[in-house]
């Protein structure tokens, strides 16, 4: 049922022409060099330290590895990630 409702919505993502990560709550990441991390899209944090943070998105989780990681700002669906990112992954 979750599946066919969500085809419905990307098809009419794609008629409407809107981002399909506003209809579909799919993350959206924006990766500036090896400092900054923008996500939008997350359900909040599962685990956070200096060398790793663990966000809980609509599907799995993303996590992402470094040195000195900071979370400079968050609000409801979206997170500013500052340090030195080494790894990005996404588990679902």
């Known amino acids: 049922m979750e ?6 919505n990307q098809a009419i993502a794609d008629m409407l ?7 579909l709550d799919i993350p959206r ?3 500036i060099g090896q400092q900054e991390l923008y996500l939008e899209n997350h359900k909040g944090i599962i685990e956070y330290d200096l060398q790793r943070i ?6 799995g989780f993303l996590e992402v590895e470094g040195e000195g990681l900071e979370i400079k700002a968050i609000v409801p669906d979206e ?3 500052y340090g030195q990112i080494r790894v990005i992954r996404y588990h679902e």
């Open 79 to 81: 997170m500013i990630i």
């Open 29 to 31: 990441l924006t990766v």
């Open 17 to 23: 022409e809107i981002p399909r990560d506003l209809v």
């Open 3 to 8: 599946e066919k409702r969500e085809k419905i």
């Open 54 to 59: 663990r966000i809980s998105l609509a599907r």
